[in-house]
């Protein structure tokens, strides 16, 4: 059995595909369902499922690629690192061309700037035992997913005695963004694709608490192709039933509980603060910072640098988008002003924002 | 954002260094419209038809499975001659060396020039040598310009490509780039995947006896697949329509392009060509190609669909449809 193409059946797709029709056939208002995770995005517009879904389903993107919900501060701060004399940035790929205030790294780098890409957190550890001399800084954006990766690469650098390698945090949790969004009248959502991989980490049983206080159906859903159909059939039946329960249809990764050793790493060297979203303001308790024991490895506190004003770009409705509140066409920058060449807001940058995607397979 | 300055994407071959071509380069330099963006430029000299065309190359790794930089710098130009239909006679090569840089390893690079200059059947005729001080070049760059004669009256060109076009590719797709990235240090990933680095003149010439139905050619290097689609959509003002099952990828490829978040119609091929034939010859020209060394993998992808303003659409592996746009900027490895 080949692993990929088995998820990736086209029989089986569209054989998905006519069974959420027939559920939904005849319906006076279409149902919404919000895919939270950018993968997911991606997913949906790379196989071009929204075009085999009848008009009664509806796919809005919601918040939940890392480098779109990073706010211009943190680029800001970055890019002021970037200029510091003997300081290696290391950073994921994508973080590379998403406009500060004023600046991106890609910019700094041209500039200058010794920035580098890596593939992992423990590339960037190695670049600072291999360079003593200098402060290595990795940028350290995702959701729980990447999270445990970037405090194993805290514990590593500890355990081997590095004092030149530091984390510039920036990272995030995911239920409580769906949270605000399921309170927000102007939003009418009748599910949740709820993020895969993220909820290997965390379990299914953390979205319980949206079904219990907002009535909305979730269902864990995985990135192939029949897995987004099923779990969008999953989210139909619900809806039609009027239930509101959490499914996992990715249960072949997923366990209510999660990954208990992923869970401990980043209670060990995390610690949850009030963080500030692009577009959607500070949500408590919604974002992971080095803990107090590993404070020494916080870029924020031990690094000072100047960090310009952040300025949000003029026009720019990155926020409403990654509410799902509007879709990229509704944006007037989207394709003459942010491009993906030349973006105004992070959407537009990242493989799995929404407005990248949109520009890259929408049209 | 400041626009002053040159960013690593402007290098990328979609759409940045589209924009620095038309913008800047060939306003500046030529002033000719930008239409006529073909791989090669065609002379006529009098009365003697030839096409010109120049490369430079700049790889990192220089050494990766498959190749190296030297083979690719002939490959690459002779490449770009045979696109246009040409029979490629004779190259230049300018090396621009660091100072530290290894005579043995500069050897190596030598010597795979020779084997694939001898394999294509093209001179290297004459040369340049320049050495920079340490830190201010990376090894070793080299630039080969070429010359062929166009021996038929065909006009091979971007925008040529007619509705019932068929699109031909001449086999498995993405090897190059996967091979390269592969092979940089960091990544560690132990693919088996080789570089397609490989003239393609040989084939080219099996194909010119379909005469009038060979509407374009196209190698898709840099950008990969679907950025050179799209130029040839753009250019020919139609609609191509990719079938996405049948594009031929390897497992090995496909494997990779999944692990790091890239999507193989966008990854760089040395080996390979997009032909557009009319749709009454389109078999036998895959029978060409199939029955060629460089061609047993060769599949239709496609086909011109409608008159337009230049699209390039995929019908997915599992029925659904969505558009193709050239590659923005570089590929990036996906965050999470």
Known sequence: MNYLDSFRDKELVQGLARRIA?????????????????????????????????????????????????????????????????????????????????????????????????????????????????????????????????????????????????????????????????????????????????????????????????????????????????????????????????????????????????????????????????GIGVLPGSGLKIAQAYRQFDAELAIPVEVEEAKEHQGCLCGEILKGKIAPLDCPLFGTRCTPESPVGACMVSSEGTCAAAHKYGR | MNNDIILLGHGSGGKLSHQLLDELIIPQLSGVPTAGQNDAALLNIGGVKLAFTTDSYVVDPIFFPGGNIGDLAVNGTVNDLAMMG??????????????????SELSLILASMRQAADAAGVAIVTGDTKVVPRGKGDRIFINTSGIGALEHDLRIDGAAGCVGDKVIVNGCIGDHGIAVLSAREGLEIDSGIKSDSAALNGLVSELLPLAGALHVLRDPTRGGVATTLKEIAVQSGVTITLKEETLPITPGVRGVCSILGLDPLYVANEGKLLALVAPERAEEALEIMRRHPLGKDAAIIGEVTEASTGRVVMETLVGGVRGVEMLAGEQLPRIC
């Open chain 2, 86 to 103: 040409a029979r490629p006679l004779c190259l230049s090569v300018g090396f621009i060396l660091e100072e530290g840089f290894s005579k």
């Open chain 1, 22 to 278: 027939g559920l939904t056939a005849g319906r006076d208002r279409p149902l919404v369902f919000m895919e939270v995770c950018g993968t997911h995005t991606m997913a949906i517009y790379q196989f071009g499922l929204r075009s085999l879904l009848p008009p009664e389903v509806k796919l809005i993107s919601g918040p939940g690629c890392p480098v779109c919900v990073t706010p211009n501060g943190y680029l800001d701060r970055a890019v002021a690192l970037s200029r510091l004399p003997d300081l290696i940035i290391t950073t994921f790929g994508d973080m590379l061309r998403v406009p500060g205030s004023s600046s991106s790294l890609m910019e700094e780098r041209a500039r200058g700037a010794d920035i580098r890409i890596v593939y992992s957190p423990l590339d960037a550890v190695q670049v600072a035992a291999r360079n003593p001399g200098k402060r290595v800084v990795f940028l350290g954006v995702g959701f729980e997913t990447t999270a445990p990766t970037i405090a194993g690469s805290i514990l590593a650098a500890k355990a081997q005695g590095l004092s030149n390698y530091f984390v510039l945090a920036s990272h995030k949790t995911m239920p409580q963004p769906m949270a605000i969004l399921s309170a927000d009248p102007d939003l009418s959502v009748d599910g949740y694709i709820c993020p895969a991989h993220v909820s290997a980490v965390i379990g299914a049983g953390a979205y319980r608490f949206l079904c219990e206080k907002y009535k909305v159906p979730c269902v864990v859903t995985g990135f192939e192709p029949t897995d987004v159909m099923q779990g969008v059939e999953m989210l139909v039946r619900q809806a039609i039933a009027g239930e509101s329960r959490v499914e996992i249809q990715y249960s072949r990764v997923v366990r209510w509980e999660g990954n208990a050793k992923a869970q401990a790493v980043l209670g060990d060297v995390f610690t949850p603060f009030d963080a500030p979203w692009r």
